[in-house]
Structure formats: structure tokens, C-alpha cells
């Protein structure tokens, strides 16, 4: 089946850095999403990508839709404390009988103020 | 708007009792629905999904199973719970035909003793 690579695994890095994580998958994917896990919470969307070489920001992240759809990165510009978290990587063939997303294991990050 | 609700939040349970987990959600109609397991603040593993009423798919063979008596309700039970069965439970819905974000609950913190 399809398997994600999401690296790194965890950072630590100190408020004002910019942070990168990426995904990578064995096979192609029509849409990437991530999603922001804050501690005892559930998963947030944070962005979906739909389109193969899309880049799209939300305030301070960017993410963007590898040309060949089978990677995607995430970076966040000049990270505060709030951004601790796990962030996790999703992608998945949307349409038809697919209803599933395949998950990364998430990036765990740690911001030292 | 839509909103996906859990209960309990939490909830210790001694090993070999039965369990009974809520999901439900409000403002949408036909939803795809999910049950996720995180262990230890990591990944998360795909239980069960259901596209409609009655209709369940079993992701990982295990003790746990789930029903859809209702269009919007989900619920994860058991029989008799294991050690290996705490965790932190995630609902999720999408919308119905394949579409792409899922959209996950508050999460229920299990521990078993």
C-alpha cells in the first residue's frame, strides 16, 4: 500500500527560525493536505494542496504540491511558542470510491522562546 | 457550519470492561466517518470508516468494533478492553462522494489499568 515519509521526525528549534518538514510518497497522490495537532487536541487543517506544483500560504506557513505529486513540504516563517505541535502530512486520490488519507508520522516541533 | 463532537474526553477503565465511545456531528448530512487510534502522541492508525447507516469497514483486526446507528453518530466499542487498548481516540468526518479533508474531532483519552 501507499507509504509517507515525513521527516524530520522532531525539531527544536528557538522562536524567530524559520522550520521545513517535508513528505515523501512511493506513489502519486491528486491531493496533500497538513495538519497541525496541538497537544490533547485533535488535528487542524492547515492546507490542502489540489494541484501538482500549487504553492499556497496561510499566514506564516507555506506549503507546497511536489511536480511529480509525490512530495510536499511545509515550512513555517518565523516560528512563535503557539506553533508546538505535531504536523502532519496527508495525501489521497480523492474522487470515486477512495475515502481514505495515508498519514504521515508526523514532525513533532518544539519552539524554545 | 459543520462540528464534530466526542465524549467522553476522558476515561479509566479497568482492564476487561466494556467501552462505549460517542461521535457525533451537526450541519452536514451523509457524512463519511472515521475512528482513529494515536498512541504515545504519535501517528495515527485507521480503525474503522463508514460511509453510511450500517455500513462499517474494519481497517486492523482487534477487539474493538464500531456501528452507525444513525446518519451522523459513530460509535467505538468493546467488549472486554485490553491494556493495549489506551490511547487517544480521533473522529473524523468527510464530506460524502470522496471528497478530500477530513475534519477530526476533540479526541477521547483512554487509559486502561
Known amino acids: 500500500g501507499q507509504q509517507l515519509n515525513q521527516s524530520p521526525q522532531s525539531m527544536f528549534i528557538q522562536e524567530g527560525e524559520d522550520v521545513s518538514m517535508n513528505c515523501t510518497s512511493s506513489s502519486i497522490f491528486n491531493t496533500w493536505l497538513w495538519y497541525k495537532q496541538d497537544p490533547g487536541e485533535g488535528p487542524v487543517l492547515l492546507i490542502a494542496?489540489?494541484?501538482?506544483?500549487e504553492l499556497t500560504s496561510n499566514g506564516r506557513l507555506t506549503a507546497q504540491f511536489g511536480i511529480t505529486r509525490k512530495d510536499s513540504f511545509l515550512n513555517i516563517s518565523a516560528s512563535i511558542p503557539s506553533d508546538v505541535g505535531i504536523y502532519f502530512c496527508a495525501g489521497t486520490n480523492s474522487g470515486g470510491s477512495n475515502y481514505k488519507l495515508t498519514f504521515g508520522k508526523g514532525t513533532l516541533l518544539t519552539v524554545n522562546p | 457550519s459543520q462540528t464534530i463532537h466526542q465524549w467522553p474526553a476522558t476515561l479509566v477503565q479497568p482492564v476487561g470492561s466494556p467501552l462505549s465511545l460517542e461521535c457525533t456531528v451537526e450541519g452536514t448530512s451523509n457524512p463519511n466517518l472515521y475512528w482513529y487510534r494515536q498512541a504515545a502522541g504519535r501517528g495515527l492508525q485507521l480503525l474503522f470508516y463508514?460511509?453510511?447507516?450500517?455500513?462499517i469497514s474494519s481497517e486492523v483486526p482487534q477487539n474493538l468494533s464500531a456501528s452507525r446507528p444513525q446518519d451522523r453518530q459513530f460509535i467505538l466499542s468493546s467488549k472486554k478492553l485490553l491494556l493495549s487498548d489506551s490511547g487517544f481516540y480521533l473522529c473524523a468526518w468527510m464530506h460524502a462522494g470522496g471528497a478530500d479533508t477530513q475534519y477530526f474531532g476533540p479526541g477521547t483519552r483512554l487509559t486502561v489499568l
Open positions: 463508514s460511509v453510511g447507516i450500517g455500513q
Open positions: 494542496l489540489y494541484k501538482a506544483g
